[in-house]
Every structure is written in structure tokens, then in C-alpha cells.
């Protein structure tokens, strides 16, 4: 899997855009870049992906550069319970049979709302 | 619908010993991976069961082994613990066919060692 750097931690105000950078400069072309989050004292959550299109659900966007060596996850309107550890993934969506293959953590970027 | 549910919540152990640690995956979902996370640090990836068999391992000594019963539901077995051994294990489940985005978590248990 390629790797991922993300600053250590970030504030933002409640109510205001989280903007969360992950740089993945040696992303291949069948990877896709994966967004979990882990809230203190429960196990990560999916959050969104994508390959090369940006792509947005009702959590967040994922904007990915046209060249895919850089992503950045928005939140638009943090809340306070958007608190938590934000893991930026990269890797092959291929699987070689049953269910999704193991994931490669980080230490992620601790993002903080400030009320 | 439950989700993905781990037992116990927390555990005490003495080094030297081993542990069991217990997981039932989300109803429908047939594959089941178990992660390691230190205080700090992300979760590490350490085997994954399928169909009864390991399929994947991560970076982890023999100590760490595991088994997957006919309803699904999985157990990490740790033997001659160590100090190092405590952290936050966390059980991950997917349905079958499922991509990397689709690992629902449980919430861990929290293993200590002495």
C-alpha cells in the first residue's frame, strides 16, 4: 500500500469546514484513497472513498488532485461530536476472494472542534 | 440489527498467561479481522478469518492465533502474554465480496498486562 502523511492533529470552530490533507505522492494507478475515523473509545468508521473523481456523501467530500498525489477530506459543518482520529488510506480495491482485505493505519490526524 | 459486538470489554492478565478474546461479526457479513491498536497509534492489521481459515496475517508473532466458527463469529487467542501485549484489540467484520471501505468495527476490548 502507498504511504500517507497527515499533520498530527488540527482545530476548527464548530459550525465551520473541517479541511483534512492527506498526501499520498506515491499513490499507483488501481489504489484508491479511504477515510476512516476512530471517536474516542470506539472503533474506527468508514467515512468515504474515492479514486480519482471527488466524491461527496451525506458525512463528507473527499477532493482528490488531478494529479492523485494529494487528498483532503471536508467536513462542512463540524460539530463537536466530529471530535476524533481521521485516517487517511491508500490501496488496491481488489480483494482476492471473501471480504474486504486488512487495512493499513496511520497515526492520523486528531482533529479537534473547538465550541 | 447489532452490530459488530467483541467480549469481554476489558481484561487484566498476568504476564505468562494467555487470553481469549471473543468477536460476532454484523448479521450477513462472513469475514472477520482482528486489529491491534496501542495507545496512540493506529490500529495494526493482524489476521483475517474466512471461511473458517486464515486468509491474511500482518506482522505478528505465532503467539497471536486465532479461529472462525460455522456461524461466523471469530476468537483471537494470545498466549505467554507479554507487557507489550497491552492494547485495544479491535474485531472488524465485512460482507462477503466487500472492498476495503466496507469493515464495520466493534468497539474492542481493552486487554492490560501485568
Known amino acids: 500500500d502507498a504511504k500517507t502523511t497527515q499533520p498530527p492533529s488540527m482545530d476548527c470552530a464548530e459550525g465551520r469546514a473541517a479541511n483534512l490533507p492527506c498526501n499520498h505522492s506515491t499513490i499507483s494507478g488501481n489504489e484508491y484513497v479511504y477515510w476512516y475515523r476512530q471517536i474516542h473509545s470506539q472503533g474506527p468508521q468508514y467515512i468515504i472513498h474515492?479514486?480519482?473523481n471527488n466524491e461527496t456523501n451525506e458525512m463528507a467530500s473527499l477532493i482528490i488532485t488531478e494529479d492523485r498525489k494529494s487528498s483532503t477530506l471536508i467536513l462542512p459543518h463540524a460539530t463537536l461530536r466530529d471530535t476524533a482520529v481521521y485516517y487517511c488510506?491508500?490501496?488496491?480495491?481488489?480483494?482476492?476472494?471473501?471480504?474486504?482485505?486488512?487495512?493499513?493505519f496511520g497515526k492520523g490526524t486528531h482533529l479537534i472542534i473547538q465550541p | 440489527d447489532a452490530g459488530v459486538t467483541q467480549s469481554p470489554t476489558h481484561l487484566i492478565k498476568t504476564r505468562g498467561q494467555q487470553v481469549t478474546l471473543r468477536c460476532s461479526p454484523k448479521s450477513g457479513h462472513d469475514t472477520v479481522s482482528w486489529y491491534q491498536q496501542a495507545l496512540g497509534q493506529g490500529p495494526q492489521f493482524i489476521f483475517q478469518y474466512y471461511e473458517e481459515e486464515e486468509r491474511q496475517r500482518g506482522n505478528f508473532p505465532d503467539r497471536f492465533s486465532g479461529h472462525q466458527f460455522p456461524n461466523y463469529s471469530s476468537e483471537l487467542n494470545v498466549n505467554a502474554l507479554l507487557l507489550g501485549d497491552s492494547a485495544l484489540y479491535l474485531c472488524a467484520s465485512s460482507p462477503p465480496g466487500s472492498g476495503a471501505y466496507e469493515q464495520y468495527f466493534g468497539p474492542g476490548t481493552r486487554l492490560t498486562v501485568t
Open positions: 488510506i491508500v490501496r488496491p480495491r481488489m480483494y482476492s476472494g471473501g471480504g474486504a482485505d486488512g487495512l493499513t
Open positions: 474515492g479514486l480519482k
